[in-house]
């Protein structure tokens, strides 16, 4: 037989020394086995039960989700097993600790006590063609040595769309509802061609795509239709954060020089860098019509018209890193609006509203600039900026506020006319115009009206007969003592319910 390795020394130890050393080496034994649960009383513990990505674009992979799988208890658990419950068909890519899942399978892991390991996944659901989103469903299994499989639900639907890649419309084009569209670059719209787009359509745009229009758009959405126009990113930047509602997410539109008569009617326009830029062009035929829209959330100016002739009733122009309107020149109107910037970036933030005969050297007479039953509003102790020709003093510089509720400091004009001072020497104002709050952790802003809000009951009854006698929702604005202020009004009834049901609680 031959010795052991280890015999030499074995031999000059003394009997005592030896002894301890075999009992030193049999409690090591022990340890390692004792500091691995094989309890199945011993579970894991996750950070979600759920991922859910909402709607994403099938064919495209989404961003990286991630969640922490945690070991509460003293002692370390392997897991021999981590799978996917649809195996190598699952459209899900796993990755739990640095090891990729290979055909949705992994082996030997392993979490010490009290410590995490990471989990990351994205989907790249399957292009079914299919009009509606289709629910893509899977399970992550994590199974430890003591037999427990516990999962997480992996939640999405994917939506097929129309890509819309270099395209150029040189004759009139329909856009229908069947599906999405998105746009990978840019979309334009020759000199003599006609957008129209159908009610409840969506166009997802591609960061730094546009709508660039030298020809005519007529977007003609519903109150329970409405047109959508947004960025393509479907996902969250971070838990609980959409990409939508970011600014900045795709390029904007773009009415150029040879463009009229372009009309965007219950259209939601959000979270671009431009919302709609109005080239110079002739005033005496109109360039845009604006109506019963949101323009929302823009990281440069919401609505900028240069030397151009526009109509905007019944919208909502809010939130932007430029200004939320910005007119250079031209002849516009503004009936039943509610402009207002709370931009909630970092960067710089405009004014609600900025109008001017000027741009430099640059003559930009300015016909016609006309408020009615507006509210213009935001943080600052003035939002209203009006700057005319220092150089050019005889040019038109021609400007109305009709019952409107102004953020500026008050003054008196012949072109301020019965309007209302948004300050702080009311009880109400600014944001606190607005119903319900704020939330600035979700980026969620709603521009109903406070029932204390100065706007309530303090419209031109004649103006609203004659251009909106419902509000941008379809309400009526006849159904308490008088028309509001701005593109919505206030249910005072059901803010009068809610009011008590709050005091009740409390």
């Known amino acids: ?174 856009l229908d509802a069947r599906r999405p569209y998105q746009v990978l670059d840019s979309l334009y719209v020759g000199k003599d061609a006609t957008l129209q787009i159908a009610p409840g359509v969506t166009l997802l745009f591609h960061p730094n795509a546009h709508l660039i229009v030298d020809g005519k758009v007529k977007a003609e959405g519903t109150v329970d239709a409405p047109i959508v126009m947004r960025g393509d990113r479907l996902g969250y930047m971070f838990s609980q954060q959409p990409y939508d509602r970011i600014p900045g997410q795709w390029g904007g539109i773009i009415l150029r020089g040879s463009s009229f008569g372009n009309h965007f009617n219950w259209c939601d326009i959000h979270s671009g860098t431009t919302g709609i830029r109005c080239d110079s062009s002739a005033i005496d035929t109109e360039k845009l019509r604006l109506e019963n829209s949101i323009v929302h959330n823009m990281s440069q100016d919401a609505l900028l018209a240069r030397s151009a002739r526009i109509f905007v009733g019944n919208s909502q122009i809010t939130n932007a890193g430029g200004d939320c309107v910005f007119l250079q020149g031209g002849y516009s109107e503004f009936v039943h609006c509610t402009i207002g910037n709370f931009y909630a970036f970092a960067g710089g933030r405009g004014i609600a509203l900025r109008f001017t005969n000027q741009d430099g050297d640059i003559r930009l007479p300015l016909e016609k600039a006309a408020f009615y039953n507006c509210i213009v509003t935001g943080y600052s102790d003035d939002e209203m900026m009006g700057e005319k020709s220092d150089r050019y003093e005889n040019d038109a510089f021609n400007y109305l506020f009709s019952n409107c509720l102004l953020n500026t400091p008050e003054y008196e004009s012949e072109a301020v006319r019965q309007c209302l001072w948004d300050n702080e020497d009311h009880e109400v104002s600014r944001d606190k115009n607005f119903h319900p709050n704020f939330d600035f952790d979700q980026l969620i802003f709603t521009f109903g009206l406070s029932k204390a809000s100065q706007a309530v009951n303090a419209a031109d009854r004649q103006i609203t007969q004659e251009y909106y006698p419902n509000d941008r929702n379809g309400r009526s604005r006849s159904l308490d003592d008088g028309p509001d202020i701005g593109c919505y009004e206030a249910d005072l009834e059901a803010l009068e319910q809610e009011e008590q049901e709050q005091k009740t609680k409390e």
């Not at 199945?40 to 495209?60: M, N, P, Y």
């Not at 299919?130 to 639900?153: C, K, S, Y």
């Open 1 to 174: 037989m031959k010795p052991s390795a280890f015999s030499p020394i074995a031999s000059k130890l003394p009997h005592t020394l030896w002894g301890s050393f075999l009992l030193l080496c049999a409690l090591a034994s022990c340890m390692d086995e004792e500091e691995y649960s094989v309890s199945a009383s011993d579970r894991l513990v996750f950070s979600v039960d759920t991922v859910q990505l909402d709607t994403v674009i099938s064919g495209q992979a989404t961003n990286t989700h991630t969640f922490q799988v945690y070991n509460p208890g003293d002692k370390a658990l392997r897991i021999p097993r981590v799978y996917l419950e649809s195996g190598s068909a699952s459209s899900y890519r796993v990755n739990v600790d640095g090891t990729f899942l290979e055909n949705g399978e992994g082996a030997d892991f392993e979490i010490s006590g009290g410590d995490s390991l990471r989990v990351f996944l994205f989907l790249n659901a399957p292009d079914r063609d299919q009009d509606t989103p289709v629910a893509e469903i899977d399970r992550l299994h994590f199974v430890t040595e003591a037999g427990v499989d516990q999962n997480v639900v992996l939640n999405a639907y994917g939506q097929s769309v129309i890509a819309l890649k270099g395209k150029v419309l040189n004759q009139d084009t329909l």
